[in-house]
């Protein structure tokens, strides 16, 4: 069974600062491209990154570049997403998923973020 059990969030004002994890199993992590995705109350899903299986090749959606870091242990069979620079426009449940870009997939268990003064 695909699990996919993100960790992490939190509230934290603007300008702070997050880590999330999320800890995968039952596939093969390390051949899997994967990404973050985010959904805000009321809105649809918004891809915000991707990272490639050997996690030197990654993607941010514009309105994270610049503030967000995404990275991989295969070893952990772990996916990170840090945040820095928080605006309260960040704020939403963010997932894990399989798949890379607009070709995310099998999101799984997700952590809220609340940005807010």
């Known amino acids: 069974e695909v699990q996919l059990q993100a960790s992490g969030g939190g509230w934290v004002q603007p300008g702070g600062s997050l880590r999330l994890s999320c800890a995968a199993s039952g596939f093969t992590f390390s051949s899997t491209i994967m990404s973050w995705v985010r959904q805000a109350p009321g809105k649809e899903p918004e891809w915000v990154s991707s990272?490639?299986?050997?996690?030197?090749?990654?993607l941010y959606a514009t309105s994270v570049k610049g503030r967000f870091t995404i990275s991989r242990d295969n070893a952990k069979n772990t996916l990170y997403l840090q945040m820095d620079s928080l605006k309260p426009e960040d704020t939403a449940v963010y997932y894990c998923a399989k798949g890379g870009g607009s070709s995310w997939y099998g999101r799984g268990q997700g952590t809220q973020v609340t940005v807010s003064s």
């Open positions: 990272i490639n299986t050997g996690g030197y090749g990654t």
